[in-house]
T-cell receptor, first 109, second 116 residues
Framework: RKEVEQDPGPFNVPEGATVAFNCTYSNSASQSFFWYRQDCRKEPKLLMSVYSSGNEDGRFTAQLNRASQYISLLIRDSKLSDSATYLCVVTDSWGKFQFGAGTQVVVTP | GAVVSQHPSWVICKSGTSVKIECRSLDFQATTMFWYRQFPKQSLMLMATSNEGSKATYEQGVEKDKFLINHASLTLSTLTVTSAHPEDSSFYIC????????????FGPGTRLTVL
């Protein structure tokens, strides 16, 4: 079983719509959680950290459910520029990053 | 701040040659840097953790004699792929953890290696 699992998608989303997807992790001792965004053939860029109480950054909302061991990302009012692969990252107690394989989002006009 | 550079951004080489990739933190000190590899449509896989002034820690299955890591200063780590073969063709990405802050890693732009 993979340590971090994501639905690969693609999620095809009309412009202006809302899309949400989850990421599950297997290590209950995981410390920190992040969402990164990766464009084709580019490096990952931090989208947002995920806090226990949930957090919002503009059109993006992240939630953490420790009991069920998943995190989620919701994108409201999708823009064409939101098309990318969204990587879930979970760290262990040593700070080592475990990446999911990514969820592809395609926003269509 | 928190900019990480990598050089070269892409390289094509013949089988059997060695390739060196540099990773620099441009505006912060990084005692710890990380080297990842990403194959198409797969997740980033951690290869090794590079520690300034000491030996790198390699992940299981990664040959330390094939992937040589040197972290000689607080702003520079190098990865040398020795005797590269076509199966080593991949996207190599480094990241650096800023000494003054927590777990966040800042990623370099990556190096695309193609071995013919």
């Amino acid at each position: 079983r993979k340590e971090v699992e994501q639905d690969p998608g693609p999620f095809n989303v009309p412009e202006g719509a809302t899309v949400a997807f989850n990421c599950t992790y297997s290590n209950s001792a995981s410390q920190s959680f992040f969402w990164y965004r990766q464009d084709c053939r580019k490096e990952p860029k931090l989208l947002m950290s995920v806090y226990s109480s949930g957090n919002e950054d503009g059109r993006f909302t992240a939630q953490l459910n420790r009991a069920s061991q998943y995190i989620s990302l919701l994108i409201r009012d999708s823009k064409l520029s939101d098309s990318a692969t969204y990587l879930c990252v979970v760290t262990d107690s040593w700070g080592k990053f475990q990446f999911g394989a990514g969820t592809q989002v395609v926003v269509t006009p | 701040g928190a900019v990480v550079s990598q050089h070269p951004s892409w390289v094509i080489c013949k089988s059997g040659t060695s390739v060196k990739i540099e990773c620099r933190s441009l505006d912060f000190q990084a005692t710890t840097m990380f080297w990842y590899r990403q194959f198409p449509k797969q997740s980033l896989m951690l290869m090794a953790t590079s520690n300034e002034g000491s030996k790198a820690t390699y992940e299981q299955g990664v040959e330390k004699d094939k992937f040589l890591i040197n972290h000689a200063s607080l702003t520079l780590s190098t990865l040398t792929v020795t005797s590269a073969h076509p199966e080593d063709s991949s996207f190599y990405i480094c990241s650096a953890r800023r000494d003054s802050t927590g777990n966040e890693q800042f990623f370099g732009p990556g190096t695309r290696l193609t071995v013919l």
